[in-house]
T-cell receptor, first 113, second 113 residues
Framework: NAGVMQNPRHLVRRRGQEARLRCSPM?????VYWYRQLPEEGLKFMVY????????ESGMPKERFSAEFPKEGPSILRIQQVVRGDSAAYFC???????????FGSGTQLSVL | KQEVTQIPAALSVPEGENLVLNCSFT??????LQWFRQDPGKGLTSLLL?????REQTSGRLNASLDKSSGRSTLYIAASQPGDSATYLC????????????FGKGITLSVRP
């Protein structure tokens, strides 16, 4: 049973480009969470999704950021027109249900030049 | 708004020492509390999960306690080893609907041989 898979592991973008981060949850998990981690800071919640639904996006900037978790395929975190301040490690986690044990992927390190 | 605090930010101990990592949270209405370990450049590994109705959980050399009324948790590591060197993060699930996991900034532990 593979764990939470995130790709790419590292992503380099120039300012103004788009970044797409992918997350495949653990088998049997329908709850997906995205977190962002900046140097010297803790993990900050961005968005919580269940299959085809966004449950809570209170931690996600209203502009340029979007997330989806389609019926088939991985969850996608999309950042349009990236800026240097978007450089961070983005982690995805999944669980069987809300409040259940959370399993994290290895993260995507986004670097904006 | 839930806030999770972990002090100190860093700790260095000699091998073999028993140690305690502290975590405090502001809102005692939690569903559960989890301790994670993060190695440099890696994702998070779940260590222990304590339900709000429980007082402690044990796994090997690790023991986590929870005092919900005072908003505190401790992670006890017995007979520390250099391989225990990592960042340890405490996180709490809120008890409300659609709640999320709120993280502290972590404690970076270094165990000297």
């Amino acid at each position: 049973n593979a764990g939470v898979m995130q790709n790419p592991r590292h992503l380099v973008r120039r300012r103004g480009q788009e970044a797409r981060l992918r997350c495949s949850p653990m088998k049997g998990h329908s709850h997906v969470y995205w977190y962002r981690q900046l140097p010297e800071e803790g993990l900050k919640f961005m968005v919580y999704l269940q299959k085809e639904n966004i449950i809570d996006e209170s931690g996600m900037p209203k502009e340029r950021f979007s997330a989806e978790f389609p019926k088939e395929g991985p969850s996608i975190l999309r950042i349009q027109q990236v800026v240097r301040g978007d450089s961070a490690a983005y982690f995805c986690a999944s669980s069987q249900g809300q409040g259940e044990k959370l399993f994290f992927g290895s993260g995507t390190q986004l670097s904006v030049l | 708004k839930q806030e999770v605090t972990q002090i100190p930010a860093a700790l260095s101990v000699p091998e073999g020492e028993n140690l305690v990592l502290n975590c405090s949270f502001t809102d005692s209405a939690i569903y559960n509390l989890q301790w994670f370990r993060q190695d440099p450049g890696k994702g998070l590994t779940s260590l222990l999960l304590i339900q709000s109705s429980q007082r402690e959980q044990t796994s090997g050399r690790l023991n986590a306690s929870l005092d919900k009324s005072s908003g505190r948790s401790t992670l006890y590591i017995a007979a520390s080893q250099p391989g225990d060197s990592a960042t340890y993060l405490c996180a709490v699930w809120g008890s409300g609907a659609n709640s999320k996991l709120t993280f502290g900034k972590g404690i970076t532990l270094s165990v000297r041989p």
